[in-house]
């Protein structure tokens, strides 16, 4: 079993920034992908980035050119830098790690942007 912890989050106004970060401990043996999900009230949970074991990323098209996704594999960590936030990123953001067939959730941490 991995446990994936996140912080970070919370209330910023539009334009701000804002860093998540995710640490995973537990059984973390070859964690490949990891990544940040995303779900806003009465909407679908969407995937907003994610990176690999090998640092190669992938950005919804919402969030490209304004946050950054990185991951520190000593640490076990990923993080997720979020510049010119707008008042449409308010959502539960939750970090995943896949391993092998299994994937890891994260219980959310929540971002509001007020505009």
């Known amino acids: 079993q991995v446990q994936l912890v996140e912080s970070g989050g919370g209330l910023v106004q539009a334009g701000g920034s804002l860093r998540l970060s995710c640490a995973a401990s537990g059984s973390i043996f070859r964690l490949n992908r990891m990544g940040w999900y995303r779900q806003a009230p009465g909407k679908q949970r969407e995937l907003v980035a994610h990176i690999s074991s090998a640092g190669t990323t992938t950005y919804a098209d919402s969030v490209k050119g304004r946050f950054t996704i990185s991951r520190d594999n000593a640490k076990n960590t990923v993080y997720l830098q979020m510049n010119s936030l707008k008042p449409e990123d308010t959502a539960v953001y939750y970090c995943?790690?896949?391993?092998?067939?299994?994937?890891?959730w994260g219980q959310g941490t929540q971002v509001t942007v007020s505009s």
């Open positions: 995943t790690a896949d391993q092998v067939l299994s994937k890891y």
